[in-house]
């Protein structure tokens, strides 16, 4: 898809479309609002919703943080369909974390509120899609943001 990044009105309507999200029980390789999805599903949701359309299809994944192979397969994954964030910070980026130091990156979430009280929403095991405090923790595991592009419907 080659769109220009809107950092605006496109990342505030996923904003809002994740936060319909909130309280889809966590199921792995699941994205179905209100009834399961992982922090994957739910960004897969964003997008039919913006865009009327599935992303790509996705191959089977593990649930765990340990992938033997070493690709970073979401990172790439992300790079096809999204442009990398134009400002450090604002509300409906796509944040991509890195669990444990030298793992692959596996781990995603939506930028909710920014600055001193900042947060996310992510779909986080056995707490289903929630809205979490971006603390130092987290900030300190994101390698890298992506905003969605525009020509949402």
């Not at 340990?66 to 450090?88: I, K």
């Not at 692959?104 to 707490?127: E, P």
């Not at 899609?129 to 390698?143: A, T």
């Amino acid at each position: 898809m080659n769109m220009t990044p809107a950092p605006g009105l496109t990342g505030l309507r996923a904003l809002a479309v994740a936060r319909d999200w909130v309280g889809t029980p966590y199921l792995h390789q699941a994205s179905v609002r209100g009834a399961g999805a992982d922090c994957l599903g739910l960004l897969c949701g964003i997008w039919r919703a913006l865009y009327g359309c599935e992303m790509e299809p996705i191959p089977p994944y593990t649930s765990d943080w340990a992938e033997p192979a070493r690709v970073e397969m979401l990172w790439r994954g992300l790079r096809r369909h999204l442009p990398e964030a134009s400002v450090p910070e604002a509300p409906g980026q796509v944040l991509l974390f890195r669990m444990r130091a030298g793992a692959v990156a596996k781990h995603l979430g939506i930028a909710a509120q920014v600055g001193a009280n900042a947060s996310f929403i992510h779909a986080y095991t056995g707490h289903g899609v929630v809205e979490s405090p971006l603390s130092v923790p987290w900030r300190r595991r994101i390698v890298a943001r992506f905003q969605f592009p525009e020509g949402a419907r």
